[in-house]
């Protein structure tokens, strides 16, 4: 494979490499598709997945990740096990490298996603997996009846903290406004929950423990005022950052990291296209992911058929 000349390589294995995948592998343009460090990307890391049509009553996200993959293998995508660390867009063949090895292609699909952001506060590193997580599907089953801390007040933030009463006694949302981000949907959820309290206008200033998390100090946005909270986790959901890194100097970045897509998935050079939450840092959902990974799909092929 490492001597050929693919019609496409794609990058990345959430909702967008996937959907790229099958459409390409329908197209007839046998793809291949580098599955990164996290294969399946970020629903992945969540339970239940309730607004992917055709599923009325929800899929997780593993279920949903392993379909997509097993529909795209089927029209012939073809599956590389690891992670692109470098890319070479500027040859008239682009390439990509997994390690020290070259992948040739007349196109690329990007679909690398984007990665949880951290607070950056002292304790964050020493406690993570220990106490401090971004994932409430993965983790929150060590915290049966504790207290623990969600931080962040968007859709992320709240599905966790909703997740987590299943598990933990209490749930402190700690927002650093006094207005929710996330859905009404979710609000409502939240608001619901008798385990959940909300600490409105505070912030995160210390993450403390020994060996493990036992409590965070805050400080309120507005008043100005030190306090602290008791508990065993602290989970972080204040959004994400995309995975640009080894396209700096290769396309064109908008100021938070994303690419830049015209027409939805075209990037600054020609045959190299984006999907996914790579290039959206706005709708983010597995729908768009998947809507945007068709279109570079067909993208390509227009543009091979152009060749
Ligand atoms: P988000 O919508 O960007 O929300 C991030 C939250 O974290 C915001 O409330 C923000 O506060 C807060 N925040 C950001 N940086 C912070 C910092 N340094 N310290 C403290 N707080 C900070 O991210 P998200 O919740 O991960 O959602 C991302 C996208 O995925 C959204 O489009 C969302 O709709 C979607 N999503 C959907 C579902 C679902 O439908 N089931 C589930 C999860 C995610 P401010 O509000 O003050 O900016």
């Not at 890391?45 to 529909?71: C, D, Y």
């Not at 009846?145 to 966790?160: I, P, Q, R, T, Y």
């Not at 075209?266 to 790579?278: L, S, W």
Request: proline share 3%; hydrophobic share 40%; glycine share 10%.
């Amino acid at each position: 494979m490492r001597d050929e000349i693919a019609n496409v390589i794609i990058i990345g294995s959430g909702p967008a490499g996937l959907t790229a995948a099958l459409y390409a592998s329908r197209a007839g343009l046998a793809p291949r598709l580098v599955e990164g460090d996290s294969p399946g990307g970020q629903p992945m890391t969540t339970a239940m997945i309730e607004n992917f049509p055709g599923f009325p009553k929800g899929i997780s996200g593993v279920e949903l990740i392993s379909r997509m993959r097993e529909q795209a293998g089927r029209f012939g995508a073809k599956f590389l096990n690891g992670q692109v660390t470098r890319v070479d867009f500027k040859k008239k063949i682009p390439a990509v490298f997994i390690k020290e090895n070259q992948y040739k292609a007349k196109s690329v699909i990007i679909a690398t996603g984007a990665n949880p952001r951290w607070l950056g506060v002292p304790g964050e590193d020493k406690f993570k997996g220990r106490g401090v997580s971004v994932c409430a599907t993965c983790d929150g089953f060590f915290y049966r009846d504790k207290v623990v801390a969600v931080v962040g007040g968007g859709d992320s933030a709240l599905e966790e903290a909703v997740f987590l009463t299943r598990f933990a006694k209490k749930v402190v949302i700690i927002h650093r406004r006094d207005k929710l981000r996330a859905s009404k949907l979710l609000q409502e959820r939240a608001r619901a929950q008798e385990k959940i309290e909300f600490f409105w206008d505070t912030v995160v200033e210390k993450i403390k423990g020994n060996k493990l998390v036992e409590g965070l100090e805050l400080r309120g946005t507005k008043t100005g005022e030190a306090s602290s909270l008791a508990c065993s986790g602290v989970f972080i959901a204040i959004g994400h950052e995309p995975n640009t890194k080894i396209f700096e100097n290769q396309l064109d970045l908008d100021q938070k990291g994303y690419i830049k897509a015209k027409s939805f998935v075209e990037t600054n050079i020609e045959g190299i296209f984006a999907a996914g939450d790579v290039a959206d840092s706005h709708f983010r959902q597995a729908i768009t992911a998947s809507a945007t990974g068709c279109m570079a799909a067909m993208m390509a092929e227009e543009y091979l058929a152009r060749q």
